[in-house]
């Protein structure tokens, strides 16, 4: 086996790794539930504030502020699933081009 072969097989080697670490990375960013927590403490506070908003005309600023705090958690989550799909997607990519380019340097 040549020089070339080696040096080939060896990025190919690291290529495959960094791939593996891209689908790890995409998962734990898909399965965190950091976010998620954060929404289930605004959406069981809704509720309380717009029981005060009949009874004081103050709470509806309040009101309109958490409804837009609840909007951006949501969209910020919908990203975080997006990016870790794509990093998982990527990742996948990755490993193909790094399987081949094993394949190739192993055949010449």
Do not use: N
Not at 16 to 33: E, Q, T
Not at 87 to 94: A, D, E, K, N, R
């Amino acid at each position: 086996m040549s020089f070339v072969a080696k040096v080939e097989i060896g990025m190919a080697c690291v290529l495959f790794l960094v791939g593996v670490a891209m689908i790890v990375s995409g998962f734990f960013i898909i399965v965190a539930k950091e976010y998620q927590e954060t929404l289930k403490v605004l959406s069981a506070q809704t509720p309380k504030l717009a029981g005060k908003a009949l009874t004081d005309q103050t709470v509806v600023a309040a009101i309109d502020g958490t409804t837009r705090l609840l909007q951006t958690v949501t969209q910020l989550i919908q990203t975080a699933v997006g990016v870790g799909a794509f990093l998982c997607l990527l990742g996948v990519g990755v490993c193909g081009i790094a399987f081949w380019m094993a394949v190739t340097a192993s055949h010449s």
